[in-house]
């Protein structure tokens, strides 16, 4: 992969209207239930980044017809419960712990072996809190000795449903034990310590699967079938999220997203930029595929420090990079628990946001499960990704209210989940480019 380095300068505002790329969590599960679904279904507002794009390869390797994307535009013409075929190489998941969670529950309890890899940062991820409960179900799946991938899933034996409960909130592993349920005899159900993103369980009863939820407890029945659909995927509110904290702390900001997917446990990062002062308006509700949609205006504000709650944590998981940046640019101290997750992501995220941080002059200070910042100001200097797209547009977002240029290293996989993102930012006002 080439070396992409951002280079942003300091100051300015953001302003005008914007829709962001398509939601990636839908995206994935668009193709995967889209593939095993009777009849053709068509996605508009597909994210063509390579995550998804992995997906979409892998599907197509088991004897899917996709045509697309096209503008956003993805036609797949599903083969049914029981219709993909052996592929003849491993599927390459790429970045993606998305993909490669919820393939794996969805090809346990197929008729033919697979194996799934990724590169090199999703080769270092955690497996076994999916292989686990997959394995109670009667699925044979191989790690590494440490639990990373490759994954190496045996011919499927017939999957039984189970009842697990989640040892932490998850929507991936969640995902991997309901989605290997379509496949097992009887109930499969899932308990949930705190409510995660419900995109698969929306997404099945949208092809017409019985899915029941109370509470934090989902069940479904093995054995039923798909119906195709249409789906609009909107726009990613974790996408989103950058230019609501770019606009909350840029002086003079007057920003509005469009068609942004607002689903209920996606939605902590507006609660704790509101809790921190944040001027947000959400308008112009709607439905679009079974989920909840807005325009979402965002003016700039004075923020201030909070202790962010711990009952928001799983609903803004994804966003905290740049929530880290919003707490560096508050008044006061903000102090996050309960979010040690974020050390097991693309990167370490509490320990890479903290050393950027750092090196930009901000008092942040990491704990085992979060991180206290003290808010003040941003200085320039030379930050490293990690090869974490979250960091690389976090710190991009940070030069609103930099003092001095910032210098972001390793920002190849800003691709990965959001295509086009200088083009759009600089489009209005960021002052970010890419060499």
Do not use: W
Request: aromatic share 4%.
């Amino acid at each position: 992969m080439s070396q992409v380095t951002f280079i942003a300068q300091p100051g300015g505002s953001l302003s005008g209207t914007l829709r962001v790329a398509g939601d990636k969590s839908m995206s994935h599960r668009s193709i995967m239930l889209g593939s095993i679904a009777d009849g053709t279904t068509e996605v508009s507002g597909f994210l063509n980044g390579e995550d998804c794009m992995a997906t979409l390869k892998a599907f197509r390797q088991m004897g899917v017809e996709i045509e697309g994307p096209e503008a956003g535009r993805v036609v797949i013409k599903g083969v049914g419960m029981h219709g993909l075929k052996a592929p003849t190489a491993a599927l390459d998941m790429g970045n993606s712990g998305t993909a490669m969670r919820l393939m794996a529950g969805l090809l346990a309890g197929q008729d033919f072996e697979v194996t799934l890899f990724g590169d090199e940062s999703l080769n270092g991820r955690p497996m076994r809190r999916i292989t686990q409960p997959l394995s109670e179900m009667g699925a044979a799946i191989e790690t590494e000795s440490d639990g990373t991938p490759p994954l190496k899933i045996q011919r499927g034996s017939q999957l039984k449903g189970i009842h697990y409960d989640l040892p932490m909130a998850s929507a991936q592993v969640k995902s991997a034990v309901l989605l290997a349920g379509l496949y097992a005899d009887g109930e499969t159900s899932v308990s949930e310590p705190a409510i995660t993103r419900d995109h698969t369980e929306r997404m099945l009863r949208g092809f017409g699967y019985d899915v029941k939820t109370t509470g934090n407890h989902m069940s479904l029945q093995g054995g039923g079938k798909l119906t195709a659909c249409s789906i609009d995927v909107p726009a990613d509110i974790s996408s989103a999220a950058f230019f609501m904290v770019g606009a909350s702390i840029a002086e003079g900001s007057d920003l509005t997203l469009e068609h942004v997917g607002i689903n209920p446990t996606r939605t902590g990062v507006i609660d704790i930029l509101r809790l921190m002062g944040a001027n947000i308006e959400v308008l112009n509700e709607r439905e679009a595929g079974g989920e909840p949609v807005a325009d979402i205006r965002i003016r700039s504000a004075k923020l201030k420090g909070i202790n962010i709650p711990e009952n928001l944590v799983p609903l803004a998981i994804d966003e905290f990079p740049v929530l880290f940046v919003a707490a560096a640019c508050a008044e006061g101290q903000t102090i996050l628990t309960g979010a040690e997750e974020l050390r097991v992501k693309e990167s370490d995220r509490i320990q890479v946001m903290a050393d950027g941080l750092i090196i930009c002059g901000v008092d942040a200070q990491p704990t085992p499960d979060g991180i206290v910042i003290n808010g003040g100001t941003i200085g320039g200097g030379e930050v490293e990704s990690h090869g974490d797209h979250r960091i690389a547009m976090a710190f991009s977002i940070a030069s609103l209210r930099a003092t001095a240029p910032l210098t972001i290293r390793n920002c190849a996989n800003v691709d990965t989940s959001f295509p086009g993102f200088v083009t759009l930012a600089s489009g209005v006002g960021l002052q970010v480019s890419a060499e």
